[in-house]
């Protein structure tokens, strides 16, 4: 299968060196030096160090190229697009006009400005007529590069995508899964990046196991709320996209969004710890959009306020764990 993957950061990368083991696969990344520099050392230097690019795997910064290699055997292709959520609407109307066989994304999120999510952004700029669909799950970059076992959920409407992704990327030590329920994945993946933040800074200030497990719960309460509310369904959020993305990005050590919340509780300045992580962090990006999404539907998420709270309204995280803690009690379900 010939398969283009539109975005060259860590996840995108790294699913390029998996795939490439099995289909022809394009890398397009838009700094052309970065390119040219990740073509002759084999190795994206910027994003995904110490793993090798195979000589088979096309690094460009052609994007005429990039999109090329799946409209030339639209049959037999999948356009991957791997950019955060912030490029996506960008990115999309740049494949506006070009006959583009189908489209899935990676990110997770949702825009600040719209509060809309991934397949809303694309479907806003490329209509209902192209094939689409999220590619989601608990998925670690680096541990893809290294061909460590990895579940994910395809989820979109059109079930001749979901077929069409299963048998391009399941195999080997990944697997992969498909939905119908778009929203529910999508918000599952948007929201877990914010309780992450959270998580981060209640391991940072010490708060112990118990403290990380009742946040994790009452999280996944909080995804399942807003997710409802949209029109996901309940069983979704106990999936991978669900439960599993969350627990992972709430836990592992590699997540960016829990390093944020870890740096917030050494007391280090937001803006300090974006420009140490030097990867886009999607719970900051988010936290600000699904408060006020949840303001808007009259839904509780003490959790997700309490993390807009301590990234943007200059509360301390030593307030926000004392706001959380101060709330009366309530039934649990």
Not at 33 to 43: N, V
Not at 272 to 295: K, N, P, W
């Amino acid at each position: 299968m010939n398969i283009s993957i539109l975005g060259a950061g860590a996840w995108g990368t790294a699913l390029a060196i998996n795939l490439v083991q099995r289909h022809k696969v394009v890398l397009w990344g838009r700094n052309t030096k970065a390119m040219q520099d990740a073509a002759a050392q084999r190795e994206n230097m910027d994003y995904l160090r110490g793993f090798h690019l195979p000589e088979s795997l096309k690094v460009t910064a052609d994007f005429d190229l990039a999109v090329g290699h799946v409209t030339q055997i639209p049959a037999d292709s999948l356009l991957i697009v791997a950019s955060s959520v912030s490029g996506l609407r960008a990115l999309a109307e740049t494949l506006r006009d070009r006959d583009i066989p189908n489209i899935v994304w990676l990110c997770k999120g949702l825009e600040e400005q719209t509060r809309l999510l991934p397949h809303q952004i694309v479907r806003e700029v490329l209509g209902d007529s192209v094939p689409a669909g999220a590619l989601s799950g608990p998925s670690f970059a680096q541990e893809v590069a290294r061909g460590l076992p990895c579940a994910l959920t395809i989820a979109s409407n059109d079930k001749a995508l979901c077929e069409r992704v299963v048998a391009a990327v399941h195999g080997g030590n990944l697997r992969v899964y498909s939905s119908d329920d778009l929203i529910g994945v999508e918000i599952g993946g948007a929201v877990k990046n914010i309780l992450a933040i959270a998580t981060g800074a209640a391991d940072g200030l010490q708060l112990g196991l118990n403290a990380r497990a009742a946040l994790i719960t009452r999280g996944l309460a909080e995804i399942s709320r807003l997710g409802i509310a949209l029109g996901g369904r309940a069983e979704t959020f106990m999936g991978l996209s669900g439960v599993g993305d969350l627990i992972l990005t709430c836990t592992g050590d590699l997540s960016r969004n829990r390093r944020v919340g870890l740096g917030l509780a050494q007391g280090k300045k937001l803006e300090t710890i974006v420009a140490e992580l030097g990867h886009v962090a999607e719970g900051v990006r988010c936290a600000q959009a699904v408060r006020s999404l949840a303001q808007e539907l009259n839904i509780d998420m003490p959790i997700t306020d309490a993390v807009a709270g301590a990234l943007f309204d200059g509360i301390s995280v030593q307030e926000m764990v004392a706001q959380l803690l101060s709330r009366d009690p309530r039934e649990e379900n």
